[in-house]
């Protein structure tokens, strides 16, 4: 059955400073898609990115960084000069493409604090 | 834009007294998805909707029921809620089950 780790509960960085977020994953598929997501105090679910596992082309988006390793099954998460308003609970997901299995399994996500 | 809506956003019912959570959207996707969340867990699926077609996970207790009555409505009945009920519930759809899932801003329920 697929599973996602992510090892880090609570992380807490001083205002600019870099962090990074981390998910490993597990899965039997060879076809899968990963997903992170933001979950400001407000509640509500923001999606960020998804990534396809035939694609491990890292990907840059403002300050925002995904680094996807299938030798690893890692997909990492950098947050470049970080800011107050990066503070929320970060969720890493998988969805397998077998028939049946296609759900979102999440991580236990990771508690991100910036530090004014 | 569009979007996911739910309705209300905070939920305060009495022990048993049954409840409806709404939500709609304005994506035109053809799965919605309700999920249950608890104080620092990851959100839970509880069903969804592919079409019509309804799906119900193994361990979703009989209390919760959902009905969609078109593409864009899907409501959350809880029948009997207990103090075990008290979450956040999350609305979400997706074209597609393999498809990104998009939320909507949640209904935190209260059970007194």
Known sequence: ?116 | DAMVIQNPRYQVTQFGKPVTLSCSQTLNHNVMYWYQQKSSQAPKLLFHYYDKDFNNEADTPDNFQSRRPNTSFCFLDIRSPGLGDAAMYLCATSNGRRDTQYFGPGTRLTVL
């Open chain 1, 1 to 116: 059955a697929q599973k996602v780790t992510q090892a880090q509960t609570e992380i807490s960085v001083v205002e600019k400073e870099d962090v990074t977020l981390d998910c490993v994953y597990e899965t039997r598929d060879t076809t899968y898609y990963l997903f992170w997501y933001k979950q400001p105090p407000s509640g509500e679910l923001v999606f960020l990115i998804r990534r396809n596992s035939f694609d491990e082309q890292n990907e840059i988006s403002g300050r925002y960084s995904w680094n996807f390793q299938k030798s690893t099954s890692s997909f990492n998460f950098t947050i470049t000069a970080s800011q107050v308003v990066d503070s929320a609970v970060y969720f890493c997901a998988l969805v397998e493409s077998n028939f049946g299995n296609e759900k979102l399994t999440f991580g236990t996500g990771t508690r991100l604090t910036i530090i004014p």
